[in-house]
């Protein structure tokens, strides 16, 4: 079955540091990821969605600034996080889809910034 | 924008109970998708259901698709401790976009 690979799992950083987090879709080419962030005992907020070698397209309130997409290739995409502060302490997921898998979701990234 | 109400938001109950999870909507949609989470774990997906009326079995889970794919339930038979977990539907729109429900907190006592 359909695969995806985030990393890493944990990552406590300072604040005012950037951190950078991983998804791969490890046995299909993804056309399409999404990058979702989840509150504790809350369901998954859309954050945006990107596809291969084109701009992401946030969702309405997200800082483009903020969080970094680049989807490099059919299977790796990044998120990074930039200047982290305190709130920006959360879980985050993504997702990749291919046309004959659906959607296949990563196992989470616990964002701790001190 | 489409939404997604999911009910209940947290459920206790007794192994060996059985129970029911909504999610209602005013809109359609063309797909609707069950993922149980894990703590510190992405959603899994459960079940895609895409036809009005479809019925599907997993198990001793069964998930329904409304007539007029705007609603969908996810019922449990028989609890056991080990389906304790966050349920979440979600349905596909007109976009690739998912729209999450806010997600039924199931905790299943021994």
């Known amino acids: 079955g359909a695969v995806v690979s985030q990393h890493p799992s944990r990552v406590i950083c300072k604040s005012g540091t950037s951190v950078k987090i991983e998804c791969r879709s490890l046995?299909?080419?993804?056309?399409?990821m999404f990058w979702y962030r989840q509150f504790p005992k809350q369901s998954l907020m859309l954050m945006a969605t990107?596809?291969?070698?084109?701009?992401?397209?946030?969702e309405q309130g997200v800082e483009k600034d903020k969080f970094l997409i680049n989807h490099a290739s059919l299977t790796l995409s990044t998120l990074t996080v930039t200047s982290a502060h305190p709130e920006d302490s959360s879980f985050y997921i993504c997702?990749?889809?291919?046309?004959?898998?659906?959607?296949?979701f990563g196992s989470g990234t616990r964002l701790t910034v001190v | 924008t489409q939404l997604l109400e999911q009910s209940p938001q947290f459920l206790s109950i007794q192994e060996g109970e059985n129970l029911t999870v909504y999610c209602n909507s005013s809109?359609?949609?063309?797909?609707l998708q069950w993922y149980r989470q894990e703590p510190g774990e992405g959603p899994v997906l459960l079940v895609t259901?895409?036809?009005?009326?479809e019925v599907k079995k997993l198990k001793r889970l069964t998930f329904q698709f409304g007539d007029a794919r705007k609603d969908s339930s996810l019922h449990i038979t028989a609890a056991q401790t080990g389906d304790t977990g966050l349920y979440l539907c979600?349905?596909?729109?007109?976009?690739?976009?998912?729209?999450f429900g806010k997600g039924t907190k199931l905790t299943v006592n021994p």
């Open positions: 997702s990749a889809r291919a046309w004959n898998y659906g959607y296949t």
């Open positions: 046995d299909f080419q993804a056309t399409t």
């Open positions: 990107s596809n291969e070698g084109s701009k992401a397209t946030y």
């Open positions: 809109s359609v949609f063309s797909s």
């Open positions: 259901v895409v036809t009005g009326g």
């Open positions: 979600a349905g596909q729109g007109g976009s690739e976009k998912l729209v």
